[in-house]
C-alpha cells in the first residue's frame, strides 16, 4: 500500500489532478496496487483557509507519505499578497522542505503531434531530452535579497532590487552525480549548461562538474552557454540527450523545450531527493486560472508525472510504460483537448481525456 499525499492546489489543478488519480486507480485495479490518497492545502486555496500557502500540515502529510502528486498553485487574485505569502512561495517552500534538489524534465515527442508543435516537423521528429534542473539552490534561495533604498552620492534615495545567484560547491557535485546517473542511463551524453563567460556562480558549476565526470568515464560532457542552449534547443534539438543546468536556466529553458512537443500541458516533472526519501511529482505548467473550472485544461502532463511516480519512487518501470502507451493510443485515436486542438480532431474535455486514458490502460 502506497500512501500518496496529494496536493491539488489552485486553478485547474483540482481537475487536472482528478484525472491523475482516475489512471492511478485504474492502474492500481490492472497491477494490483493499493493507494491511499491523503489530501491537504497549498497555495492560494491554503492562504484562504490559514492565511499562509503552505501549513504546517501540509509539510507533515507531504513527509510522512510514499510520494507527492501535485497539480499547480497561483491565481492572478493573490498577485498583489506580500510574497512571503504568495502561492508559489508554497512550491518553493515545499521544494526546500522535502530538499527535492533534483527536478527531472524529460521533453518528449508524440508523433501524433508533430504538426502541433510551432517547429517544423523535420526539426523535432525523435527528439528525446532529459532536463536535469537544480531545483534548491541559485538565485530562487539566495540570500541577501530583497528590495530597499540606498542614498546615492547626491543624497538621493533610490530603490534597489537584488537577488543573490549563489551555489556551494557541494550543492553542485550532488546535482551533477544526479545528472551523470541520468545520461548513464539514457544514451550517456550530459550537456552542462550555464554562463560561465561572464558568472563566477558558472565558473565554478563548469569546474565541480568536470570533476565529478571523472567519476563517470563512460558518459561524454560537454558545456554550453544558456543563451546558445536557447538558440540549439529551436535549431536543432535533436543534438541533446541529457541536460543539466540551474534553477533559473532551467525554469526558462524548460518551457522553452515544452512547446517543441507541442503544448505546455504534456510535460511531466519528478523532483528527487536523496535516495530513500519522498519525491514530488507535478506538471511543469502552471494553474491556468483563466480555465479554471471549464473542463478544457489537458491533464497528460499530471498523468504523465503519476506514471513518473510509480517509475521513480516505486521502481514500476512496466507501470510507467504503461501509462505512456495509453496517452499514445489516445492521440492516436485523435483525441484532443483543447490546447492541442486542430481541424479533423476529435475535441476532448479534460474528463474525456483521462477516461480515454483510463480505457486504454491493460498489461
Ligand atoms: C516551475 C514554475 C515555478 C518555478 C514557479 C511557479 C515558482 O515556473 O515549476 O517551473 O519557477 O520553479
Ligand atoms: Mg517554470
Not at 501524433?112 to 510551432?118: I, K, T, V, Y
Request: proline residues 4%; negative net charge; hydrophobic residues 40%.
Amino acid at each position: 500500500m502506497y500512501k500518496i499525499c496529494v496536493l491539488s492546489g489552485d486553478g485547474i489543478g483540482p481537475e487536472i489532478v482528478n484525472e491523475a488519480l482516475k489512471v492511478l486507480n485504474k492502474v492500481g485495479q490492472v497491477f494490483d496496487i493499493k493507494f491511499e490518497f491523503n489530501h491537504a492545502l497549498i497555495g492560494g486555496c491554503a492562504y484562504e483557509k490559514y492565511k499562509k500557502p503552505l501549513p504546517d500540515d501540509t509539510v507533515k502529510l507531504a513527509k510522512d507519505s510514499d510520494a507527492v502528486l501535485l497539480g499547480a498553485v497561483g491565481d492572478w487574485k493573490y498577485d498583489t499578497l506580500p510574497p512571503e505569502v504568495r502561492p508559489e512561495r508554497a512550491l518553493l517552500g515545499i521544494r526546500k522542505e522535502l530538499n527535492l534538489f533534483a527536478n527531472l524534465r524529460p521533453v518528449m515527442i508524440f508523433d501524433e503531434l508533430l504538426d502541433a508543435s510551432s517547429l517544423k516537423p523535420e526539426i523535432i521528429k525523435g527528439v528525446d531530452i532529459m532536463i536535469v534542473r537544480e531545483l534548491t539552490g541559485d538565485v530562487y534561495f539566495g540570500e541577501p535579497k530583497g528590495i530597499e533604498v540606498r542614498v546615492n552620492e547626491d543624497g538621493v534615495g533610490i530603490r534597489y532590487g537584488y537577488n543573490n545567484m549563489i551555489y556551494s560547491e557541494k550543492e553542485i557535485e550532488r546535482i551533477a552525480h544526479s545528472a551523470f546517473l541520468t545520461a548513464q542511463a539514457r544514451n550517456k551524453k550530459l550537456c552542462s549548461v550555464d554562463k560561465a563567460n561572464v558568472l563566477d556562480v558558472s565558473r565554478l558549476w563548469r569546474e565541480i562538474m568536470i570533476d565529478v565526470s571523472k567519476d563517470y568515464p563512460d558518459v561524454e560532457l560537454s558545456h554550453m552557454y544558456v543563451d546558445n542552449a536557447a538558440m540549439q534547443l529551436v535549431a536543432n534539438p535533436r543534438q541533446f540527450d541529457t541536460i543539466v543546468t540551474g534553477n533559473i536556466f532551467g525554469d526558462i529553458l524548460s518551457d522553452e523545450a515544452s512547446m517543441i512537443s507541442g503544448s505546455l500541458g504534456l510535460l511531466p516533472s519528478a523532483s528527487l531527493s536523496d535516495k530513500g526519501s519522498v519525491s514530488l511529482y507535478e506538471p511543469i505548467h502552471g494553474s491556468a486560472p483563466d480555465l479554471r473550472g471549464l473542463n478544457v485544461a489537458n491533464p497528460i502532463a499530471t498523468i504523465l508525472s503519476a506514471a513518473m511516480m510509480l517509475k521513480y519512487s516505486f521502481s514500476n518501470n512496466e507501470a510507467y510504460d504503461v501509462i505512456l502507451d495509453a496517452v499514445k493510443n489516445v492521440l492516436k485515436q485523435g483525441f484532443r483537448t483543447k490546447d492541442m486542438f486542430k481541424d479533423g480532431d476529435k475535441l476532448v474535455s479534460t474528463t474525456q481525456m483521462g477516461d480515454a486514458i483510463c480505457g486504454e490502460i491493460q498489461k
